[in-house]
């Protein structure tokens, strides 16, 4: 593998975010546990995708750090589609600055290092 440590570093970010959304998940089923929820199928149902969405990240991040092609364009699709909500989140009035710049700096972030790795591990070598 030619970028250790670029492959290092988006691997850690896939596994931070995906410990995050596991947390979220979490969080959303003791919510769930106190009551809070509107429709208890369509609430278990967003925690399942929640949790299988975490999974995704976290083997995204193995392998990444493996060098798996699979893994970093999942990834990528992954970043695209935080730093999507991340902008979305600025529709909504008020804005709530800490949810935009806790998904979106990390998922900017994660996908440059996801392309950098990319292309390092790609350069061919200088005749």
């Known amino acids: 593998m030619r970028s250790p ?14 410990a995050a959304l596991a947390v979220f998940a ?8 106190a009551g809070d929820a509107a429709s208890l199928p369509t609430a278990l149902a967003l925690i399942v995708l929640t949790l299988i969405g975490a999974g995704a990240l976290i083997a995204f ?8 092609s699979w893994a970093r364009s999942g990834g990528v699709v992954f ?6 909500l991340a902008l979305a989140s600025l529709t909504l009035q008020p804005i709530v600055w800490a949810f ?6 990390p998922a900017l972030l994660c996908f440059a290092l996801l392309i950098a790795s990319t292309r390092a591990e790609n350069e061919r070598p200088a005749k």
Do not use: D, P
């Open 5 to 18: 440590g670029l492959a290092l570093a988006a691997s850690a970010v896939l596994a931070a975010e995906g």
């Open 26 to 33: 979490l969080i959303e089923l003791v919510g769930l546990g």
């Open 61 to 68: 991040a193995i392998g990444t750090r493996t060098g798996r």
């Open 79 to 84: 970043q695209v589609l935080a730093i999507a």
């Open 100 to 105: 935009t710049v806790g998904v979106g700096l």
